[in-house]
């Protein structure tokens, strides 16, 4: 679509009923982002109070009209998506302005690809539009939905502010509280802009707010998650910092930047006062997360386990794994609505009443066939209904198990087939391959789930978002037991495959060439590992975590892989570099085949306008409690200055400046690891060992470098509990 046309969503699909917006874009150097933000606004172009307006602490509407689905790595970036139940959306609500923001000097100019689409609920592309010519903006309108004479529209907008999140939600309704001396206050000229529509509709900036003030507010801060596996330390324990403007203050929303500077930082007066600035106005409706400290047991000694509401005692069969853990599942989903939700949403589910099922026989050929599960949502007198497969234990899907689902699901009038393993999907190399009749009018799609995508789900809703009522909370935490316990065949990702061993051997023997296709299944099976990496962290910091892909624009993921693969085969090491929202710096992590070490390590910038001593003595004091085998290495303009240990450098941090005077622009800090042999993730294995890697390097180092970010943070006003985020 051209910027200001408009379509009307009927004309292109039957089933409009549920969509998915996705906003995507990429950068040259990985490590631009925006966060993506939705207003819903009544026919005087306003929201209806503070509740209308999406963002990154607000991600779902409690109808379950509104959902932010989050973020997804693609090709050449990223794209974050948002479902949308247009059944559901209350009748006053005539426009739905789809935006994103940028903050920390970013400008929407500096990202490439900038595009927005929708796509029915079967994932089907219904239009796309893309914007070319961004330049100094730091929020943008993408498109909006809109009602005209009972049918929903999409008019593309394409239009920016310089004025940010802040002037974008003001001229929209929403208060916003700004510094008297910020540069860029509620008062500064914000982008007006009118899309093509028809009988001369116009979309234009409102009045501003009068006396708004805008002052930096904080990330909610996490401050009960648990201790990663192993040795390391909680991640994320201190409290983190933004500078993200307020917004809808009155009903305690805070704007918060997942794109925020700031790595964990510890606020200047330390925990004790971050923990008094929590008190504030409170939400509108608390939601209920895990204790911070487990209650004190009454047992009288450490052998007496708990009642599990869900037990995992030694199977038998793997089929007996299957069972138990679908049925675990879905009963969840059915009771916990926000969960249920969460997962199905973006599969084009419609918000409404949700039953589960197990062990359905349905009629196909001269036998009936059973598939794992269904799901039936229903809305409006209308049912969506998706046939669930599933594989626990590292099993793989059977194409032609899958295939019957599908034809069962055409033939049935049935919206989706859902698998759920332990492999993690990736874009362009499909788990199962299947055919679609295409002579078929009704659409079936299919999608899968891993199970460390369903662990992260229940990690997200009761450690850090919060679910409606205490009941739901001790569900959603047996479920994370049950999917954690070694028993229960639900672990995500566990097996480098077949090619493993060879690949390490043809390595270690300098036989492996370049074209190998087993080259290629390692490649791709390390990308599975680290999608499932950012899952797990994710899950634990409370934050959206994405593998950065640096790959030329337009490559296709074969190629991509394929190019990988070769420089496995020249090199003899995996390398992958993961984005933490609200990090500053980018975690790189490198297997080298040929050492059988793995590095993690992350690049530092130094402060601005600091004498070079006082800078490493900073570094050296914040790393105090970081391991002594910890690599420090002072980077300068283009080259590598001095480097060593921190044990070596702690007596004398002197030795970390160069001698020829050369400007410090940052460090960079590493940590070195055995890596395991095996192709599995038991303790010797080659995944368990990339877990405690990665894990030992955030906990003991990154949570630490807050402290040392480029400026230190201003004093600032927390409108939120702990506890309750959106």
Not at 144 to 155: G, H
Request: aromatic fraction near 6%.
């Amino acid at each position: 679509m051209l910027k200001g046309a408009n379509i009307g969503l009927a004309a292109l699909s039957e089933d409009t009923g549920a969509v998915i917006v996705g906003l995507s874009w990429s950068s040259a150097t990985g490590d631009g982002d925006a966060d993506v933000s939705l207003l819903l606004l009544d026919g005087d172009g306003k929201v209806r109070g503070d509740a209308d307006f999406y963002f990154y602490n607000r991600p779902a509407a409690e109808d379950g009209s509104v959902q932010l689905l989050g973020k997804v790595p693609t090709e050449n970036g990223s794209e974050d998506r948002i479902s949308l139940d247009l059944t559901a959306i209350p009748e006053d609500v005539v426009r739905i302005v789809v935006a994103a923001s940028q903050d920390g000097g970013a400008r929407f100019g500096d990202l490439d690809d900038l595009r927005m689409t929708v796509t029915d609920r079967s994932g089907e592309p219904l239009l796309g539009f893309s914007i070319t010519d961004a330049t100094v903006e730091t929020a943008f309108i993408f498109g909006e939905l809109y009602r005209r004479n009972e049918e929903w529209k999409f008019r593309a907008v394409g239009q920016g502010y310089e004025t940010g999140l802040a002037g974008l939600a003001t001229d929209f309704g929403i208060a916003v509280e700004v510094e008297e001396d910020d540069e860029q206050g509620a008062h500064g000229e914000h982008g007006e802009h009118s899309g093509g529509g028809e009988g001369g509709e116009a979309v234009r900036g409102t009045e501003k707010a009068g006396g708004a003030a805008l002052i930096p507010a904080p990330r909610t801060p996490v401050t009960d998650v648990a201790s990663l596996a192993g040795a390391a330390p909680a991640i994320g324990a201190a409290p983190g910092t933004c500078t993200g403007p307020v917004i809808g203050a009155a009903a305690g929303i805070v704007a918060a930047s997942p794109t925020s500077p700031a790595i964990a930082p510890v606020p200047p007066g330390g925990a004790d006062e971050a923990v008094g600035r929590r008190r504030g106005t409170r939400t509108a409706k608390k939601k209920v997360t895990l204790p911070k400290a487990a209650k004190k047991s009454l047992a009288e000694n450490d052998s007496w386990k708990p009642a599990r509401l869900f037990p995992v005692p030694s199977y038998k069969s793997d089929r007996e794994r299957e069972v138990r853990a679908t049925s675990v599942l879905l009963s969840v989903m059915a009771e916990v609505p926000e969960f249920g939700r969460r997962l199905t949403a973006g599969f084009g589910a419609p918000a409404g009443r949700m039953q589960t099922f197990t062990e359905v026989s349905l009629p196909h050929g001269d036998s009936p066939k059973r598939p794992d599960g269904v799901i039936r949502t229903e809305r409006a007198g209308k049912l969506w209904t998706a046939l669930v497969e599933t594989k626990t234990n590292g099993n793989p899907l059977k194409s032609e198990q899958v295939q019957n689902y599908m034809d069962i699901a055409a033939r049935r009038g049935y919206e989706a087939v859902i698998t759920l393993s332990n492999d993690v999907a990736l874009e362009g190399s499909p788990l199962v391959e299947v055919k679609t009749d295409g002579r078929r009018k009704h659409k079936v799609s299919l999608w899968h789930l891993s199970w460390a995508e369903v662990a992260h789900q229940a990690q997200m809703l009761i450690r850090h978002e919060g679910v409606g009522n205490a009941a739901h909370a001790w569900l959603l935490q047996e479920l994370l037991h049950y999917l954690q316990h070694e028993n229960s065949g639900c672990h995500g990702f566990q097996n480098m495959g077949p090619a493993w061993v060879p690949v390490r051997n043809g390595i270690d023997t300098e036989t492996l060439c370049q074209g190998d296709l087993r080259a290629v299944e390692v490649v791709e099976s390390w990308e599975r590992l680290i999608r499932q990496v950012c899952l797990r962290l994710g899950g634990e910091l409370g934050q959206k975590a994405l593998p950065v892909q640096r790959a030329r624009r337009g490559t296709d993921p074969k190629s991509r892989r394929a190019e990988l693969a070769d420089r496995l085969c020249e090199e003899g090491r995996l390398s992958a570099e993961v984005r933490v929202d609200g990090a500053r710096s980018i975690l790189s992590v490198t297997a080298d085949l040929r050492t059988g070490k793995i590095r993690t390590s992350m690049d530092v910038p130094a402060p601005d306008g600091a004498y070079p001593l006082s800078v490493a003595k900073r570094l050296l004091r914040v790393l105090e409690e970081a391991p002594a085998d910890l690599h420090v290495e002072t980077l300068l303009d283009g080259r590598n200055g001095p480097r060593g240990t921190l044990e070596r450098l702690r007596p004398e941090p002197g030795d970390l400046l160069p001698r020829d005077g050369a400007a410090i622009t940052g460090f960079r800090l590493s940590l070195f690891k055995g890596m395991g042999s095996g192709r599995g993730s038991a303790e010797s294995g080659f995944i368990r060992s990339v877990d405690d890697a990665v894990d030992r390097f955030y906990g003991s180092v990154v949570t630490h470098l807050g402290q040392f970010e480029q400026r230190r943070p201003a004093r600032v006003r927390q409108t939120t509990e702990p506890s309750v985020v959106g």
